[in-house]
């Protein structure tokens, strides 16, 4: 599934890029997709760069507009299973406006954000899920912004499976991802990832293992937040499956239409 071709990656060491682009590819394994059936797309960003890397039908875009151009797509062949490469900057801040309308369409694409929590290709700016608190090359003494809840904001603005994972357990972002395949609607799957170059660096976060061992240590299963206060769960990280619904799908929807004419 990774092209032979192409030139090695450059993704830094340490980075959990590869892991979740290697729990994707596990995905569509596991299913059993067709090659051919699968279209991946990807925004600008060091996570986009992973559509490049894999030999799937594959559209590298523009920054923030992955989702338009995936829209396109899916509207134009609806049996394509079309699946969305993005990062946390290329999703929420340009491509915020597009991430809310997909998800109150119900469109029926699988969006995965590789969420490092900063801007890692361009400098480590600070993104809109930096932490209130933590520095980026723009936030040298901490963001003073409230940082975005990706998975509230999407299950609110109406995607039909919202779940997440952190690259400390792939067998869940595995789960998560396939899930969301199969779920006909929009389907968003948060992946907190590792960028020991600039988040991590920026905020003394310690190495790649380091990150590593803060997300195993920090992450807490759904099921279990349930039973606890909120007082508890400040800065824990909720995995698993937030959150599922069933309305109509839009491709659906807009084929009903064309062909009452
Ligand atoms: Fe990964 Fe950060 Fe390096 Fe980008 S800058 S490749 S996100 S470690």
């Known amino acids: ?16 890029n590869g892991i979740v682009t290697r729990s994707i590819v596990e995905a569509i394994d596991n299913l059993n997709l067709d090659r051919d059936k699968v279209c991946i797309v990807s925004g600008i960003g060091c996570s986009s760069r992973a559509s490049g890397y894999l030999d799937f039908n594959t559209l590298h875009t523009t920054h923030g507009r992955a989702l338009t151009f995936a829209t396109g797509i899916k509207m134009a062949n609806p049996d394509l299973e079309v699946i969305v490469i993005t990062g946390d900057g290329d999703c929420s801040a340009i491509g915020g406006n597009h991430l809310i309308h997909a998800s109150r369409r119900n469109i029926d694409i699988t969006t995965i954000v590789y969420n490092n929590n900063i801007y890692g290709m361009t400098g480590g700016q600070y993104s809109p899920t930096t932490p209130k608190g933590d520095k980026g090359t723009t936030a040298p003494y901490g963001s003073i912004d409230t940082d975005f809840d990706l998975c509230n904001l999407t ?3 109406g995607a039909t499976y919202v779940g997440r994972a952190t690259v400390f357990n792939p067998k869940l972002i595995v789960k998560l991802i396939e899930n969301g395949i199969k779920n006909k609607g929009f389907s968003f799957i948060e992946t907190v990832t590792t960028c020991p170059t600039y988040y ?4 003394k976060k310690g190495s790649a293992v380091d990150m590593m061992r803060y997300l195993k240590d920090n992450s807490i299963n759904i099921e279990a937040a349930k039973n606890l206060e909120a007082d508890k769960l400040k800065d824990k990280i909720i ?5 599922k619904n069933i309305r109509p799908e839009y491709t659906d929807e807009y084929t009903k239409i064309v062909d009452s004419f």
């Open 1 to 16: 599934y990774f092209r032979t071709n192409s030139l090695p990656h450059i993704w830094c060491p340490g980075c959990g």
């Open 155 to 157: 299950a609110g603005a």
């Open 200 to 203: 991590g660096r920026k905020n």
């Open 239 to 243: 995995v698993g499956e937030l959150y």
